[in-house]
């Protein structure tokens, strides 16, 4: 039997949006292309729990709605629209704000290095990078990605810095959502060698500043 998709029924564009995103597992599936495109086998590795007529049926939908474009080969993925991408920030800013409820991880509880680059780019507060001119470079398990600050304006990109970095970090999955949800100070990431960190001690300090891991005086602090 056919799912039968349900509304709210309210004249509202906030209404209107959930009636587009707000099912289960749909959000996760627009996290997931925000990375770039994804094969059918490729999600349902990536989002693990999820059922795969499930999936099948959040595709379609949004395929319909125009959120995605449906691959047209074997070689190809999911890929979001215009439409879609415009989701990125709206995503963010629920990443940021949901990070302050993340409790202790727990032992069944999924994550994957690939989700760092998201959550950095959550973490980012482009208030703090004015004065800021360096690049920072993150080695999250098997998955590395940079956030390259010119002119004040931070951006953060898939892969490997083609230059010089000022601060270079090395850590797991795991500990790196538990210092982006301030569970774990990255001091305390450090010492008990869940961190590794080299380049530049101001850098260091400062790129701790942009990710908000940090109070202004504190950075002010260790910048000197």
Known sequence: MSHVRRNYGQYCGLASALDIVGERWTLLIIRELLLGPRRYSELVAELPGIGT????????SLTEQGILVKPTSRDQGYELTESGRQLREPVLMLARWGMAFLGPPQADQEVRPHWGFLAVQAMIDPARASDIDEVYEFHVDDVTFHI????????ATDGAHDGPCSMVARTDARTFVEIGSK????????????LMLSGDPDAIMRSSFLLGLMPEMDAVAGAR
């Open 53 to 60: 007529n499930l999936l099948a049926e959040r595709l379609k």
């Open 148 to 155: 390259a600050v010119e002119g004040g304006v931070p951006r």
């Open 183 to 194: 569970r774990l100070t990255p001091f305390e990431a450090l010492a008990s060698g869940r």
